[in-house]
């Protein structure tokens, strides 16, 4: 079979939810994909950041077969022998001392929310069945009811409704907004620290530590997504350290697992988290040894690896060179460590186009948000790939 016969047979059987680049993957390495015609490309978006670690590391690879032939799933009706030292090791490495697992980013943001409703009712003291939360507009939380619900882009809830009530979006970036939005029945603001699915959208400086301190003086959560940003995509292992803060729920996934499965979680304190009571919430595999073994290495291998260090340095060097295009169709070149979007004039005729230019130069890129190319490659990229990558990328964005 070749690419057309993969494609053919996808677009068949399959539902025409993702309208994906016609490269058909057969297997990856580090920061190398091959196609199933052999071909190589450097992977330029590591799966939306999942993929922080490079595919296929050895030593999570190893960690997954070997849990593998141990235990896979024991549901939580009993304990598992690996859950409990990824809580010890989420805690030693993040300061959280309170974690609820879940698999997808969707489902941990709806763990989060949850988390911040009960939180509101039973210890703020907001009427039952009232409050609000606050998000911003140009957001991404996933593609649930509940998650969409509070979403601006119009395509995203097109004929899904009626939606989840209780929430209230401001523009993102903007304090002003947040402090005059807040009242008395406020519960939680959830915020990107960089909106990433948005088109890679970097706030004021200093934008979370007002609202961080804003939503302090009201008592009104602070809950950042990180599912994207965490995990040392933007050169800190969060990238709400950039402005000192703890916020008071951190959400995580993608890289969470390397890539190799789906784990999620929610990092928070036993003030709030402590909410849940048994029978509460609940997953079939959130929380299964198999995950967990998984994003134990994972972070072991983030930390024993500098792969937060790699990418602050590496982003950089990327982020300057890339500065230094001089094409008629770039708008603004923006970025913070390895998380680097460059976002195109109107005019340029759409990311798309670029997109699959690239990928006839090798490098895998996706469009976000239709002007914006988003470099996400996975952190275990060398200065000499970034410099084999950097003329085919700079080819492209001369072109007509
Ligand atoms: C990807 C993403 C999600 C959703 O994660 P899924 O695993 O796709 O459900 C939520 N929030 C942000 C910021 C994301 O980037």
Redesign the pocket.
């Known amino acids: 079979m070749q690419t057309k016969d993969f494609i053919e047979l996808e677009e068949k059987y399959g539902a025409h939810n993702y309208n994906p680049l016609d490269v058909v993957i057969e297997k990856g390495k580090g920061v190398w994909l091959y196609d199933v015609e052999g071909n190589k490309y450097l992977d330029c978006l590591a799966a939306?950041s999942a993929v922080n670690q490079g595919h296929c590391h050895p030593r999570i690879i190893n960690a997954l077969k070997t849990q593998a032939e141990r235990v896979t799933l024991t549901s939580r009706a009993f304990r598992n022998d690996q859950l409990p030292f990824l809580y010890k090791e989420l805690y030693e490495l993040t300061g959280y001392d309170m974690i609820l697992p879940m698999n997808?980013?969707?489902?941990a943001?709806e763990t989060a929310l949850k988390a911040a409703r009960k939180w509101g009712h039973k210890i703020k003291g907001i009427k039952a069945d009232s409050g609000d939360i606050i998000a911003c507009r140009n957001n991404?939380?996933?593609?649930t009811i509940t998650?969409i619900s509070f979403s601006t882009e119009e395509q995203y809830k097109d004929g899904f409704g009626p939606f989840t009530k209780g929430f209230k979006v401001i523009p993102f970036g903007d304090t002003e907004a947040l402090e005059k939005v807040i009242n008395k029945d406020t519960i939680a603001f959830l915020v990107?620290p960089i909106q990433?699915?948005g088109g890679v959208i970097i706030p004021p400086e200093g934008y979370l530590k007002k609202c961080f301190d804003i939503c302090k003086r009201n008592k009104v959560l602070f809950i950042t997504?990180e599912?994207?940003?965490g995990l040392g995509r933007t050169g800190k292992l969060f990238a709400h350290q950039y402005d000192n803060i703890k916020p008071d729920m951190v959400i995580i996934?993608?890289a969470l697992s390397g890539g190799c499965y789906?784990v999620?979680a929610v990092l928070s304190s036993k003030e709030i988290l402590g909410v849940f009571n048994p029978g509460d919430h609940g997953s079939t595999f959130g929380g299964n040894p198999l995950g967990a073994a998984v994003a134990r290495e994972s972070l072991r291998v983030l930390i024993e690896e500098n792969l937060i260090e790699n990418s602050r340095i590496s982003g950089e060097y990327f982020l300057n060179k890339l500065k230094e295009i001089k094409s008629r169709h770039i708008k603004e070149v923006r970025g913070r460590g390895l998380f680097i979007g460059i976002e195109l004039f109107p005019e340029a005729g759409g990311a798309r186009r670029f997109c699959k230019s690239l990928m006839q130069n090798r490098i895998l890129c996706k469009e976000t948000h239709d002007n914006v190319i988003r470099i996400a490659p996975p952190l275990v990229i060398t200065k000499a790939e970034i410099d084999e990558a950097f003329p085919k990328i700079k080819e492209v964005l001369l072109m007509d």
Request: hydrophobic share 25%.
């Open positions: 939306y997808s980013g969707a489902e943001v991404f939380a996933g593609r998650t990107e990433g699915e997504d599912i994207q940003t996934g993608k789906p999620s």
